[in-house]
């Protein structure tokens, strides 16, 4: 209708049930919420097939500045995908990335590859098969990047011999790894960091390149304000 670029997702069953709902969080539907995120991340697959990369954010991310420069240098062209967190302690993470906070899927990059095919088909029948309903397209990325006994290793940028900033490896289940780059937390900004300590106005602060609006680390009083 606004002649804007888009595709239309067949979903069967799933598209029908998400158009007739008459508010937009789908997360209060348990039931549906996880099957969005099939139908979600089967789609990054089927983009990454046709030798896409992809950029998928939430309807509630904007982009303020283009991120492709930055993927086009080292040691980010090393990277099968590239992940935002919900950390909120920007010192911290410029000096080393802050890996114990959980991967924040609403703002991902994949670049098309067979090792992220094999990874977002892995996601997508994560989600699927997952016997607890509260599994959808987050939880199942750290699942499966995150595993018990598998800790992210550094990865070693072989133009240099050298570890390479922010990039690690990742499990691809099994033996497999994924090359995984965390995002800079001052320049990929948060609800906290943009809205909260309004991190791209401190004094040598970089233009942000993206913003997601969210809640951190969840929904209530208890958590930081986003």
């Known amino acids: 209708r606004e002649k804007i670029p888009c595709v239309h997702i067949q979903g069967g069953a799933v598209s029908q049930a998400l158009s007739s709902r008459r508010d937009g969080n789908v997360r209060a539907d348990p039931k549906l919420y996880p099957k969005m995120s099939v139908l979600k991340v089967g789609f990054y697959r089927e983009l990454l097939s046709f030798g896409f990369n992809v950029w998928a954010c939430d309807a509630d991310a904007i982009f303020m500045n283009d991120p492709r420069p930055m993927m086009r240098e080292r040691p980010w062209t090393e990277a099968d995908v590239a992940i935002a967190t919900d950390c909120i302690d920007l010192p911290s993470d410029a000096r080393y990335p802050l890996l114990h906070c959980d991967f924040n899927t609403g703002l991902v990059y994949l670049r098309s590859s067979n090792t992220t ?35 992210l290793q550094h990865y070693n940028d072989p133009a240099t011999g050298k570890w390479a900033e922010r990039l690690f490896l990742a499990s691809n289940g099994g033996d497999a790894m994924l090359k995984l780059l965390v995002l800079p937390l001052n320049r990929f900004l948060n609800g906290h960091t943009f809205f909260v300590q309004h991190a791209h106005t401190l004094p040598g602060a970089q233009p942000p390149i993206s913003v997601h609006m969210t809640h951190q680390f969840g929904e209530g009083a208890k958590y930081a304000y986003g």
Do not use: Y
């Open 117 to 151: 095919l094999a990874f977002a088909e892995r996601w997508k029948e994560t989600v699927a098969s997952a016997r607890e309903k509260r599994i959808r397209d987050q939880a199942a990325f750290n699942m499966i990047t995150k595993q018990p006994g598998k800790p």
